[in-house]
């Protein structure tokens, strides 16, 4: 095989070689720096290429600041040089001094460069960034988006990674190449020469747990069990270094807890060897590697449920939030009172491992240098793990909600644990009433107070709410994609989707064709994911827990304006979360105008409950003012010659009266339903 140097995204084909013989280079940068996680993959990815490379008679080279040692890899030969070292030797020394096509694996890479592969890890510099120094935010902000624009490919190591990077770097998550990293470094450790860990065993049953003391590993969950652990007689043991790069948590000193600092590998595979589990507590991991490792050395596991650690623990881990300490303590127990559930997990462990191999991994780059524009096949990701209610506040269309209830109900690849139907009276519910699955309640009218009546009637172990007007169509992956939204993003507490047509301010889209809509390939689409941005009330969800006694405002009364934005806004307050858009969640808005509300009750909300939530914070002057003068506008000329399907006359004298209502100090949204 010849791996010959071509431009970005063109053919192969074969050439003479470079002149030193090489077919592509290696930034070799990681092989000055700390054993991390991220050059952990370098050092095994480029192990395994080497094999490869040896096995089918092609070569690469290193190329390596002055003074790193070689690892004598016969098929990659290092070289090294440059007056300069760190980031300055990467963006000035190692441009001029690479032959072919680079391959760049700890996130960063020269921005001069195009015909370059580039391994971007995760997107936790802008998720968790309060687990980063101010100077190492600054440099991968800048740089990352300028690779994630002329790079010949961007690689990460899981899906979750790739669908992080797409929100918040210039790219696709279709675009990114998901290479993961393997387990079979693992196996090669040898507990017999560990030096440092024989010495902390006391006897003595213990959870270990491994990584920086970065916030983000949320480590002070383990620490905070210490003591409820220690009445168990069991220790807690964690090992690793803080990490120069991020900013360090505290963590609650205990008798029965052990920081060991940075540990050798054999080291790591005796305490592997010997310990009761390893938890891995992380809010967000690009991958997990520890998992993987205390996997294939037999050790069980268990895990935080978001971002990628799901995926890669399968079923092989016990899972518990990370915000959930006495789900943590009750698996830790179980597992201390069960041999039969240890070595259930530890053989679950050993096979789900073999999902990781550093040699596909590194044949999967090896494509990737011949082509670039090659995307290797990624393994399909199943819908996340989730109790999930779906509320459909309705008032007299008991058609329109069981087509589109029964629609939902048959088609989502997530499938809600329960469907509420929010009604006044049973019959606006229809035939809805006997679908399992399906529970109606009545209440007092309005959206806002028929919201409040579902979400009061909801189980507090729900871990997600979907809110749909009830004459939406949701695509099919709707629930799994919000989901896993909140699953990838602890901090996001509010999501919507992207409305593919909307009805309302139309004649109407029937209900075929809203389904022909949503279940046909989506349209192109410029963005993939917007944030901040408060959601769109036909379609959107919240992260359960985060709600706790927030409730819609029934002073936004009836079929009003903006309940759905004032109820974002304050949760998001309240809990400094995230709001998002997501174009991968789609739908189309039906717009039925049976039940509407008339339109000069619909015409002073418009006025005034915007003036209202300016008191209470959630909407700002500037927003606020900007939807009043919209609305206003558009009344007043189509006023002159409206639509059919609208009362345009009935709105701009409803504005009219919000208008003299405001100017007389009045701000009371209630009075709408005296119109």
């Known amino acids: 095989m010849t791996l ?32 991390t996680g991220v050059q952990r993959y370098a050092l095994n990815v480029v192990a395994a290429l080497d094999r490869l490379l040896s096995q089918q008679g092609a070569t690469g080279r290193i190329v390596a600041p002055q003074g790193t040692a070689d690892p004598g890899h016969a098929a990659l030969p290092m070289t090294a040089g440059g007056a300069l070292s760190g980031h300055l030797w990467e963006q000035i020394t190692l441009p001029a001094r690479s032959e072919g096509r680079l391959l760049n694996l700890c996130n960063t890479a020269p921005a001069v460069k195009t015909d370059q592969i580039v391994c971007i890890h995760d997107a936790n510099i802008f998720t968790a960034p309060q687990s980063y120094g101010r100077g190492f935010r600054t440099v ?51 507990a017999e020469r560990a030096e440092k860990a024989p010495a902390l065993l006391t006897g003595r049953l213990y959870v270990l747990a491994i990584g920086s003391q970065a916030r983000h590993k949320n480590l002070a969950l383990l620490a905070d069990l210490a003591p409820q652990l220690d009445a168990a007689g069991i220790d807690v043991v964690i090992a690793g270094g803080g990490g120069d790069i991020f900013a360090a948590a505290t963590l609650a000193a ?13 080291d790591l595979a005796f305490l592997m060897d010997h310990a009761l589990c390893l938890a891995f507590p992380s809010w967000t991991e690009g991958f997990g590697l520890p998992i993987v490792e205390a996997m294939a050395r037999g050790c069980p596991v268990i895990s935080s449920d978001r971002a990628s650690m799901p995926d890669i623990c399968g079923d092989a881990a016990r899972l518990a939030a990370p915000d959930d300490p006495q789900a943590w303590l009750r698996h830790i127990l179980e597992l201390k009172g069960s041999n039969t559930l240890r070595t259930e997990l530890t053989g679950r ?50 058609e329109v909600v069981s087509a589109t209830v029964r629609h939902l109900a048959a088609n989502q690849t997530l499938k809600p644990e329960r469907i509420v139907i929010s009604c006044t009276d049973p019959t606006d519910a229809g035939d809805l009433v006997d679908l399992p699955g399906v529970e109606v309640l009545t209440g007092p009218p309005g959206l806002p107070a028929q919201r409040n009546t579902a979400l ?47 009805g309302i301010g139309g004649p109407g889209i029937s209900f075929g064709d809203a389904c022909r809509m949503a279940a046909a390939p989506p349209p192109p689409c410029d963005w993939s994911w917007i944030a901040p941005y408060s959601p769109y009330g036909c379609n959107m969800a919240f992260r359960f827990p985060a709600i706790g006694t927030l409730r819609f405002d029934e002073k936004l009364v009836l079929y009003g304006w903006l309940e759905d934005r004032d109820f974002a806004a304050a949760l998001a307050r309240q809990s400094d979360g995230r709001l998002a858009k997501s174009a991968d969640a789609r739908g189309v808005h039906m717009g039925t105008k049976g039940g509407r509300v008339s339109g000069r009750r619909f015409g002073y909300s418009q006025i005034v409950n915007p003036l209202y939530m300016i008191r209470k914070g959630t909407m700002t002057p500037g927003q606020a003012m900007g939807q009043i003068f919209r ?16 009362d345009r006359r009935g709105r701009l004298r409803g504005n009219l009266l919000g208008i003299s209502d405001m100017m007389k100090g009045r701000i009371a949204p209630e009075r709408a339903t005296e119109l």
Not at 631 to 646: D, G, M, T
């Open 4 to 35: 010959s140097p071509v431009s970005s995204g063109s053919p192969v084909s074969s050439g003479s070689p470079v002149s030193s013989g090489a077919d592509f280079t290696i930034n070799g940068r990681f092989l000055t720096q700390k054993v």
């Open 349 to 398: 462990g050993r096979e789900q491992v073999r999902r990781f191999s550093w040699t596909d991994t590194a044949a999967g780059y090896l494509e990737l240098l011949r082509d670039p524009a090659h995307l290797p096949e990624a393994a399909p990701t199943a819908p996340p793990a989730g109790k999930v209610a779906v509320v459909i506040a309705t008032r007299g269309r008991p």
């Open 140 to 190: 991968y902000g800048l740089l990352q988006p300028l690779l994630a624009r002329r790079a010949a490919r961007i690689t990460t190591v899981s899906h979750f990674s790739a669908r992080q990077i797409a929100r918040y770097l210039p790219i696709r998550a279709s675009d990114i190449a998901v290479l993961p990293n393997g387990h079979e470094h693992a196996l090669r450790w040898n």
């Open 254 to 266: 205990a008798p029965n807890l052990h920081l060991t600092g940075p540990m050798s590998d054999d």
């Open 631 to 646: 609305n206003l506008s558009k009344n007043l000329v189509l006023s002159a010659r409206p639509e059919p399907w609208v």
């Open 456 to 502: 009061a009637a909801l189980p507090p172990d729900t871990d997600m709410v979907a809110f749909f007007d009830d004459d939406f169509v949701a695509d099919r992956d709707w629930l799994a994609v919000a989901l896993r939204s909140f699953r990838d993003d602890p901090a996001l507490v509010g999501f919507t989707g992207r409305v593919l047509a909307d």
